[in-house]
């Protein structure tokens, strides 16, 4: 079915907020990639003796991984096959030298290589790096408190769990990510969003230092005192300029160990009354208060229609949680929930462990992002009634879901914008349309797939300017929708790039130039 003819599904398709425009049906939508990433110019050629000959410059604990090893499956899996990447060797470092050390080695031999940690990167174009060199940071776990208790090395192959983990060990706590399985420096080079936000600002507000491993093999201090202009470029689009190995970073005395969340079902038909309430929630939302959505199929809860799963994750006391969410206690629901956790819970309360569902292997699947300030009540229906048609229409697409992040911002917002690369503190809101499905090999559900991406974005947006949260781009957005449209911000980070990765080898996960 084409999305453009979609209505209110209650009403047998008719328009129900008027009829969405017609570029947005499988056969009209130009699904051509605009090429913000570069392609190769040719498949690279591994060097018969790689093992050998790279092995004698690494430590004895770094690994070089052939295609033909029984550890390559592991070490080259993602989360998802979209935008996979292939590489034709895997090098797994197991210090700050070794990484120098791989980068020279594929730059002697025109390798493109790509550094990762958790493979959980969603952006199409790094489906151009092929047959090149992976650097699988995994094996660089540091993880150490400094003297002063404010901050702490966090080492670039820690994931999200390893880190709250270990600092609750020790009564801290810090900014990562909300999934465990993903790593936990790389959403800060993006900015980055968590639970602590709205009390202590973005994950990219806590590095102090970091290194850096450059293009050429360099390896640089970046800080305020040190290589300045990129510590502002690091904060917001760090992956444009070079490999983190380790960030000092900032942590905080976990003062408030108790956290309350309530959950609510709420069938379609409520979408008005419940995005009207949260609207004006939003007003007085306290800095310990989190507010997340997600639309799915629910066939127990309502067998027709996707229900609306709707949370508040609150740093504090029950009571005072109830307080809070009285209003939406007060409206009608199918079901709900509460309980009470500390920090490292989260994500088993979230549903975001590292054995739980969201971060097991995922066939397919692509993230149609836009980041805005308020809940627009009737972009939202627009919204929901095509994911309501799609989910019932297109039984291989079944599975998506709407992901709606509402995120306490009194810390961020006190950032000075110009402060840090990060172009969208002002925005509120973070909506998804996520699109999952088992791959087939079949072009035409990939094409139907992202169709229905694209008009669900479309109509999430609304009214409002396109703004894309970096790590959650799909790969057709402009510059401007990721980095900002203030033309002196897009010309500094186009004059950082020129300076610190001439030859564009960090170019495969939304590069600026």
Known sequence: MDPSDIGDPADGGAAYLGELNSS????????????????????PIIPQNIVQDLGKHLSKDALVVLPSSPAY??????????????????????????????????????LPFLATVGGHGTYYGMAKMQNGMGIYLRNLTKLEVQKDGK??????????????????????????GTCNCVGATSPALGGGHGFLQGQFGLPADQIISARVVLGSGKVITVSEKENKDLYWGLKGAGHNFGIVTEMKYKIYDAVRPEWSYIYFTFQGS???????????????????AIHWSVWSKNATAD???PVILNSIIFNGPMSALLAYAKPLIDLPNLDVYSGTTIYPGLAEVAGYTTDGFLCQYKGKLALWPADVRTYEIGALRKWYNLFDTMVNTEPALAGSFGLLE??????????????????????KLLLASIIHYTPTGNATLDNVATAWGVAM???????????????????????????????????RLKALKKKYDPKGQFSFFNPIA
């Open 457 to 491: 974005r479309e109509a999430a947006q609304g009214t409002q300017k396109k703004k894309s949260y970096v790590n959650y781009a799909q790969g057709d957005e402009t510059i401007q929708e990721v980095y900002g449209y203030e033309p002196w911000r897009i010309n």
């Open 406 to 427: 509402g995120y306490s911002t009194q810390a961020v917002q006190r950032v000075p914008e110009d402060s840090t690369a990060f172009a969208l503190r002002k925005e």
């Open 151 to 176: 901050s702490a090395i966090i080492g670039g192959g820690l994931r999200v769990e390893d880190v709250i983990s270990g600092l609750w060990e020790k009564g801290k706590q810090t900014l990562t």
């Open 73 to 110: 499956p592991t070490l080259s899996r993602r989360w998802q096959d979209g935008g996979r990447p292939t590489y034709g060797v895997i090098v797994v470092p197991a210090n700050e030298k070794d990484v120098s050390e791989a980068v020279k080695y594929a730059n002697k031999h025109s």
């Open 270 to 288: 409520q979408l008005e009354k419940l995005y009207g309430v949260l609207n004006k929630m939003m007003a007085y939302q306290p800095p310990e």
């Open 24 to 43: 947005f049906g499988p056969g009209n939508v130009d699904l051509s990639v605009r090429p913000r990433t570069k392609a190769q110019n040719a498949v």
């Open 303 to 305: 067998p027709v229609h």
